[in-house]
């Protein structure tokens, strides 16, 4: 009896460092792939900065989905919702440095309100989580198609200071992305939303008879979401200095989101996980894609590697827990 | 602890004229019911008789259709669960709603943390947790996490919960319906100390032991109408016939006599795994043993274990004397075992399948091998109803959702699955959790018809007067291996005394 107790909790201890590990073989991984293939001139600060610099949108994005995935729903909208965002950002702007203002407050009323509306659709249709941010990202592409073709409009300068701009030799992004994970972080940990983020993901039942109102902390999470996905939208407008229909898809930050949040040690059932993972998991899929470019992997087979980390890595995850049941 | 007296303390809840029908048909009709402040109020009553209604309606989950409910003489009305938490009202399910991957603090404050300036105040719920816990004598750690607990320590999280809401109605229904002997007599002790502290708590249960052991007062629902009610302490029959309107003489099949005991079956020896150590026994057709142990003495892992679900590191199992060793269910299916497991919505059911599909499910696994011996059409369903009819399985019909049925029937739909396999060996864990007592009966004869038709019978309980009463032997185990064996009949305090391995029984 004590034995299996002592295992399970040797168990859980790794779990939580999981994530850690798997960062460590990216990196070493890395360094590896550079000091075998002659190229140290990668394995510097600089490099490490510029590696992180790549996953910005990816890592804002992420941080949402963390949310709607601790709370054991999911959101496939956010492709097509950064795209709108950042369309919606360089029409509203147009070139105009009065504009940013109502722009950004035009993107992040867009994006709540579709995290508003994926909320109701899920808690109070009862639509599944993944058909109905489905059905919204169709709704949102089609819409968004519908009205823009090619870049539209364009952010003035002013505005590249979000992407291009740097504090001491730091990205402005990369310290946005941090501060964005520190108070994500400390909203799961600290408060009472996030402590019943984790409780209706954990189980949604025993939440609600135990007098949470889970439909709004469904809603909340989702509003979270899409307004990750919207300020995304406003970076990547900034970066490519105008706005396009298919940057959000063609980033694939949907899937990929979720694989990084996954990877990052989030349970897809809910109840379980949080944003350091997730932070971890946009560093590992950096890391990987820098260690393909340095050895010169061709972009399709980059893919299929991609694929095959996304399945190992879950699966690394299914084995442990299910030691622990055994 | 003295028992008080009813009419001791003063009246905290009542239900009068209460009913409440679902889709015209009445789940509760006219029903009065009052509990008092510091007594145990035995709720008893065959699944169905409308217990789960009348306690959704005290937490709030329903409203009745007529009738009034009141809290210390007032009327009041719960539109949610909160609302009755807030009145006092605090219900502990059969099924846990705790969250496995939160801390037993976490878990205790789950829906109401306390924060000082946004931030939840961690160290407020760890203390008031700790209180809690402290009151109940339960030693449990206020920061560890619940999934890592026993289905005991769970409860005696619920019950912290409780506590700290400052309950003054408590509603426990089947508190021990997961417990064994040991964790049994906490609870009870827990029980005592909650109602002296004059708690008015509500007890649903179906053991008649425990209605003694701890009510003041007793009512009895039967068909969603109060059929008795008792101020003090009946007989367990008078309650028992007031449950199912008529005397249960032959709850137990009589065992088997010496002539209907075959050859050995199952012969296991220096059996060890991850958790068994030296386990040696043989089961005999015709043969009904009974396995008792705490929970996770290795009772449920030696079943495991026989059944291919856990690698065996030493020792030799064989059956009808060949040397096997199965490495998957498959194979031991193949080889002639079965497995009733003792959760059954978990791994039993196919909840949302038909009676009919549930019951087939081994035949269609299996349809090759039984083609190959092709002594029936096993694996029609004209066979699998057949055989449903004969084990008295009651359903609207056979394409009826298997989730509607009680747990009885449900059980014995499992039971069919085997048959339809005619296996060798038929272990059951818990074989009657969760089954209503009048369906119990009908459980043990099954089991008896099966061990005379030749099979060999492990049962595994946690419930000693049924093991004692169902099976030929008992074997007892505690921490992995075989510790005593007893005959049919045996003492209670004597399997326990071996089970714990205390000098005194603790119960």
């Given at each position: 009896?004590?034995?299996?107790?002592?295992?399970?909790?040797?168990?859980?201890?790794?779990?939580?460092?999981?994530?850690?590990?798997?960062?460590?073989?990216?990196?070493?991984?890395?360094?590896?792939?550079?000091?075998?293939?002659?190229?140290?001139?990668?394995?510097?600060?600089?490099?490490?900065?510029a590696?992180?610099?790549?996953?910005?949108?990816?890592?804002?994005?992420?941080?949402?989905?963390?949310?709607a995935?601790?709370?054991?729903?999911?959101?496939?909208?956010?492709?097509?919702?950064?795209?709108?965002?950042?369309?919606?950002?360089?029409?509203?702007?147009?070139?105009?440095?009065?504009?940013?203002?109502p722009?950004?407050?035009?993107?992040?009323?867009?994006?709540?309100?579709?995290?508003?509306?994926?909320?109701?659709?899920?808690?109070?249709?009862?639509?599944?989580?993944?058909?109905?941010?489905?059905?919204?990202?169709?709704?949102?592409?089609?819409?968004?198609?519908?009205?823009?073709?090619?870049?539209?409009?364009?952010?003035?300068?002013?505005?590249?200071?979000?992407?291009?701009?740097?504090?001491?030799?730091v990205?402005?992004?990369?310290?946005?992305?941090?501060?964005?994970?520190?108070?994500?972080?400390?909203?799961?940990?600290?408060?009472?939303?996030?402590?019943?983020?984790?409780?209706?993901?954990?189980?949604?039942?025993?939440?609600?008879?135990?007098?949470?109102?889970?439909?709004?902390?469904?809603?909340?999470?989702?509003?979270?979401?899409?307004?990750?996905?919207?300020?995304a939208?406003?970076?990547?407008?900034?970066?490519?200095?105008?706005?396009?229909?298919?940057?959000?898809?063609?980033?694939?930050?949907?899937?990929?989101?979720?694989?990084?949040?996954?990877?990052?040690?989030?349970?897809?059932?809910?109840?379980?996980?949080?944003?350091?993972?997730?932070?971890?998991?946009?560093?590992?899929?950096?890391?990987?894609?820098?260690?393909?470019?340095?050895?010169?992997?061709?972009?399709?087979?980059?893919?299929?590697?991609?694929?095959?980390?996304?399945?190992?890595?879950?699966?690394?995850?299914?084995?442990?827990?299910?030691?622990?049941?055994? | 602890?003295?028992?008080?007296?009813p009419g001791?303390?003063?009246?905290?809840?009542?239900?009068?004229?209460?009913?409440?029908?679902?889709?015209?048909?009445?789940?509760?009709?006219?029903?009065?019911?009052?509990c008092?402040?510091?007594?145990?109020?035995?709720?008893?009553?065959?699944?169905?008789?409308?217990?789960?209604?009348?306690?959704?309606?005290?937490?709030?989950?329903?409203?009745p259709d007529?009738?009034?409910?009141?809290?210390?003489?007032?009327?009041?009305?719960?539109?949610?669960?909160?609302d009755?938490?807030?009145?006092?009202?605090?219900?502990?399910?059969?099924e846990?709603?705790?969250?496995?991957?939160?801390?037993?603090a976490?878990?205790?404050?789950?829906?109401?943390?306390?924060?000082?300036?946004?931030?939840?105040?961690?160290?407020?719920?760890?203390?008031?947790?700790?209180?809690?816990?402290?009151?109940?004598?339960?030693?449990?750690?206020?920061?560890?996490?619940?999934?890592?607990?026993?289905?005991?320590?769970?409860?005696?999280?619920?019950?912290?919960?409780a506590?700290s809401?400052?309950?003054?109605?408590?509603?426990?229904?089947?508190?021990?319906?997961?417990?064994?002997?040991?964790?049994c007599?906490?609870?009870?002790?827990?029980?005592?100390?909650?109602?002296?502290?004059?708690?008015?708590?509500?007890?649903?249960?179906?053991?008649?032991?425990?209605?003694?052991?701890?009510?003041?007062?007793?009512?009895?629902?039967?068909?969603?109408?109060?059929?008795?009610?008792?101020?003090?302490q009946?007989?367990p029959?008078?309650?028992?016939?007031?449950?199912?309107?008529?005397?249960?003489?032959?709850?137990?099949?009589?065992?088997?006599?010496?002539?209907?005991?075959?050859?050995?079956?199952?012969?296991?020896?220096?059996?060890?795994?991850?958790?068994?150590?030296?386990?040696?026994?043989?089961?005999?057709?015709?043969?009904?043993?009974?396995?008792?142990?705490?929970?996770?003495?290795?009772?449920?892992?030696?079943?495991?274990?026989?059944?291919?679900?856990?690698?065996?590191?030493?020792?030799?199992?064989?059956?009808?004397?060949?040397?096997?060793?199965?490495?998957?269910?498959?194979?031991?299916i193949?080889?002639?075992?079965?497995?009733?497991?003792?959760?059954?919505?978990?791994?039993?059911?196919?909840?949302?399948?038909?009676?009919?599909?549930?019951?087939?499910?081994?035949?269609?696994?299996?349809?090759?091998?039984?083609?190959?011996?092709?002594?029936?059409?096993?694996?029609?369903?004209?066979?699998?109803?057949?055989?449903?009819?004969?084990?008295?399985?009651?359903?609207?019909?056979?394409?009826?959702?298997?989730?509607?049925?009680?747990?009885?029937?449900?059980?014995?739909?499992?039971?069919?699955?085997?048959?339809?396999?005619?296996?060798?060996?038929?272990?059951?864990?818990?074989?009657?959790?969760?089954?209503?007592?009048?369906?119990?009966?009908?459980?043990?004869?099954?089991?008896?018809?099966?061990?005379?038709?030749?099979?060999?019978?492990?049962?595994?309980?946690?419930?000693?007067?049924?093991?004692?009463?169902?099976?030929?032997?008992?074997?007892?185990m505690?921490?992995?291996?075989?510790?005593?064996?007893?005959?049919?009949?045996?003492?209670?305090?004597?399997?326990?005394?071996?089970?714990?391995?205390?000098?005194e029984?603790?119960?």
């Open positions: 009896m004590t034995a299996v107790v002592a295992r399970a909790r040797a168990g859980l201890r790794f779990e939580r460092w999981a994530p850690a590990l798997l960062l460590g073989g990216a990196v070493g991984l890395y360094v590896g792939i550079a000091l075998l293939t002659g190229q140290s001139q990668y394995l510097t600060p600089d490099n490490a900065v590696i992180l610099g790549r996953s910005i949108a990816l890592g804002i994005t992420a941080i949402g989905q963390t949310f995935i601790l709370v054991a729903s999911i959101d496939l909208s956010v492709a097509s919702l950064i795209s709108a965002s950042a369309v919606l950002a360089s029409v509203v702007m147009n070139g105009e440095p009065r504009m940013i203002l722009a950004i407050v035009a993107v992040l009323a867009l994006g709540a309100l579709v995290g508003l509306v994926n909320g109701l659709i899920i808690t109070k249709l009862e639509v599944n989580p993944l058909i109905a941010t489905l059905g919204m990202a169709l709704i949102i592409q089609g819409g968004l198609s519908a009205f823009v073709s090619n870049f539209a409009g364009a952010v003035p300068e002013a505005f590249l200071v979000f992407a291009y701009g740097a504090i001491a030799g990205p402005l992004s990369l310290v946005f992305l941090l501060a964005l994970a520190a108070v994500a972080g400390f909203v799961l940990r600290f408060t009472r939303f996030g402590s019943d983020i984790y409780s209706v993901g954990g189980n949604r039942d025993a939440a609600r008879l135990a007098g949470l109102r889970t439909d709004r902390v469904v809603i909340g999470a989702h509003v979270v979401c899409s307004l990750c996905a919207a300020i939208g406003l970076y990547l407008a900034s970066r490519l200095r105008s706005g396009a229909p298919w940057i959000g898809s063609d980033g694939v930050y949907d899937l990929e989101s979720i694989a990084v949040v996954v990877i990052g040690g989030t349970l897809l059932a809910g109840g379980r996980g949080g944003v350091w993972g997730t932070m971890g998991g946009v560093l590992i899929f950096s890391l990987i894609d820098a260690t393909f470019n340095l050895a010169g992997v061709d972009a399709f087979a980059k893919q299929v590697l991609r694929g095959v980390v996304i399945v190992a890595a879950v699966a690394f995850y299914a084995v442990r827990s299910r030691r622990l049941v055994a | 602890m003295t028992r008080p007296s001791q303390g003063a009246l905290v809840i009542e239900m009068a004229g209460v009913s409440k029908a679902f889709h015209g048909v009445m789940a509760l009709r006219d029903v009065g019911f009052a008092h402040a510091g007594e145990v109020h035995a709720l008893v009553g065959e699944n169905g008789a409308g217990k789960s209604t009348l306690i959704k309606i005290l937490s709030g989950a329903y409203r007529r009738g009034a409910l009141r809290m210390a003489g007032r009327p009041i009305a719960f539109a949610h669960p909160l009755a938490l807030n009145a006092g009202v605090s219900v502990i399910h059969q846990f709603s705790l969250l496995p991957e939160r801390t037993v976490q878990n205790v404050f789950l829906g109401r943390e306390p924060t000082r300036r946004g931030v939840i105040d961690a160290a407020a719920m760890r203390a008031e947790t700790a209180r809690a816990l402290d009151l109940l004598g339960a030693p449990l750690d206020p920061d560890a996490r619940v999934g890592e607990l026993a289905i005991a320590e769970r409860q005696m999280v619920e019950i912290a919960k506590i809401l400052d309950a003054r109605v408590l509603v426990m229904d089947e508190p021990t319906a997961a417990l064994n002997e040991h964790e007599a906490i609870l009870y002790r827990t029980v005592e100390t909650l109602a002296a502290r004059g708690v008015a708590v509500v007890y649903i249960t179906h053991r008649m032991r425990e209605v003694s052991r701890l009510a003041a007062r007793v009512t009895v629902l039967k068909d969603g109408e109060v059929a008795a009610r008792f101020d003090t009946p007989a029959q008078t309650i028992v016939r007031a449950m199912v309107g008529r005397d249960i003489a032959d709850f137990y099949a009589p065992p088997a006599t010496p002539a209907e005991i075959g050859a050995v079956v199952l012969d296991v020896r220096g059996l060890a795994t991850a958790t068994l150590r030296d386990v040696g026994f043989e089961l005999r057709a015709g043969e009904i043993v009974g396995f008792a142990g705490l929970q996770g003495a290795g009772r449920a892992a030696l079943a495991m274990a026989l059944y291919g679900e856990a690698a065996i590191t030493a020792g030799s199992v064989s059956l009808d004397g060949a040397p096997v060793a199965f490495r998957s269910p498959r194979a031991a193949s080889g002639g075992l079965g497995l009733l497991p003792g959760d059954r919505k978990a791994e039993g059911l196919a909840l949302m399948q038909s009676v009919r599909d549930n019951g087939m499910l081994g035949a269609r696994a299996f349809a090759r091998l039984l083609a190959r011996r092709s002594t029936h059409a096993h694996a029609g369903a004209t066979y699998i109803d057949a055989l449903l009819d004969r084990m008295d399985v009651r359903a609207a019909s056979y394409d009826q959702e298997i989730r509607f049925l009680s747990g009885g029937n449900q059980q014995k739909t499992i039971l069919a699955r085997w048959l339809a396999l005619d296996p060798r060996v038929l272990i059951f864990i818990e074989p009657t959790r969760g089954v209503h007592v009048n369906a119990k009966a009908g459980i043990y004869r099954l089991m008896r018809d099966l061990a005379r038709r030749g099979a060999a019978i492990m049962m595994i309980s946690s419930d000693l007067p049924e093991l004692i009463g169902a099976a030929d032997r008992i074997l007892v505690r921490d992995g291996a075989i510790v005593a064996e007893f005959g049919h009949g045996a003492a209670e305090a004597a399997i326990m005394l071996a089970a714990t391995g205390e000098r029984a603790a119960a």
